[in-house]
């Protein structure tokens, strides 16, 4: 499992310093014993964004933002490109256009986003 620190301005100052978990199948972050997390499969350069969750305990906090937030910046980072098939990831997009960079302008709803 690999661990990566992001800088992450807009997040909750709660989240900021928690490191995001790399399983090979999906970003977490762990926050008070519970997790906040992305199921994903990586295809080359993209990364398909399958489904976001949250435990119960942590719904609400901003948890799965941050989960999110950090997951665009490793696929930035890694010079990959997101393929945002979760709803919860495509409503945070617009919500932060600025990530849209990050989507694949290839990914099918590209404009939607």
Not at 7 to 32: C, S, V, Y
Not at 37 to 61: K, P, W
Not at 81 to 104: G, H, M, T
Request: with cysteine; aromatic share 14%; proline share 4%.
């Amino acid at each position: 499992m690999a661990l990566f620190l992001f800088n992450n301005k807009t997040m909750k100052p709660a989240f900021q310093h928690i490191p995001l978990q790399d399983t090979g199948e999906r970003f977490e972050i762990e926050w008070n014993g519970n997790y906040a997390f992305i199921d994903y499969r990586q295809m080359g350069s993209q990364i398909a964004l399958n489904h976001t969750e949250a435990d119960l305990l942590i719904a609400g906090t901003g948890a799965a933002e941050a989960v999110v937030e950090k997951t665009l910046h490793y696929i930035e980072d890694h010079h990959k490109k997101a393929l945002p098939f979760c709803p919860y990831i495509q409503s945070f997009i617009r919500k932060n256009p600025e990530w849209k960079r990050v989507v694949d302008e290839r990914f099918h709803g590209y404009d939607q986003i």
